[in-house]
């Protein structure tokens, strides 16, 4: 089995990043949480990765493996989310009743976001027919490579505990933990840039 490659996503290859990582998330436990209903999870999800990850369209910090089953949407130094566009998502898609909760879970991620410059990942995922090829892995690989050029941390938030020691493998150390009464363990994680 070859090792898959790792190439930035253009801009007009944007719906097919969004599909695999609409598909990678499908069973993940805080995506699923915030939209348990199938049906909206699958119409909402789209839209937020994009609110949430797109951003790195506009600097080229958007990676696929050129199998077209995973990709990485990465944010460098400077470069946020939408938070207007994510706030009127769940505005949207989210009972009244849950919006507080929902609200203090995201400001509970706000509050362990490093102030200094660092790179961050808001999604990474591989098609769930595609795992155990290495493809997380090799974009992972790839990504960090810049960070360590640069000389810059890397900091992400890993919404599912079977994805914690591929990101230690990778040199991320917890932080800590995010969760509210009803919610899913979700672990902030950061790695310092290797010589």
């Known amino acids: 089995m070859s090792l898959p490659m790792v190439q930035v996503a253009q801009s007009d290859e944007q719906s097919s990043v969004v599909q695999t990582i609409t598909l990678g998330f499908s069973a993940d436990p805080i995506a699923r949480w915030i939209w348990p209903d199938a049906e909206v999870y699958l119409k909402t999800m789209p839209l937020f990765a994009v609110a949430f990850g797109g951003a790195g369209f506009d600097h080229s910090t958007v990676y696929a493996t050129n199998c077209g089953h995973a990709a ?16 009127a998502i769940f505005e949207e898609t989210v009972a009244a009743d849950r919006m507080d ?3 203090s879970f995201f400001e509970q991620m706000g ?14 995922a ?17 990504a960090l490579q810049k960070c360590d050029q640069q000389g810059l941390p890397a900091y992400l938030e890993s919404s599912n505990p079977r994805n914690i020691s591929l990101y230690e493998r990778h040199g991320f150390e917890v932080m800590g933990k995010i969760e509210t009464p009803s919610s899913p363990l979700m672990t902030t994680m950061l790695r310092q840039p290797r010589a």
Do not use: N
Not at 126 to 142: E, F, I, N, V
């Open 126 to 142: 591989a098609d769930p027919a595609q795992t155990g090829r290495g493809l997380g892995a090799a974009l992972m690989k790839h």
């Open 111 to 124: 509050s362990f976001h490093p102030h200094e410059p660092c790179w961050y990942l808001p999604l990474i």
């Open 101 to 103: 909760e929902i609200g």
């Open 72 to 87: 990485a949407m990465w944010l460098p130094p400077g470069v946020a989310s939408d938070d207007d566009a994510i706030e």
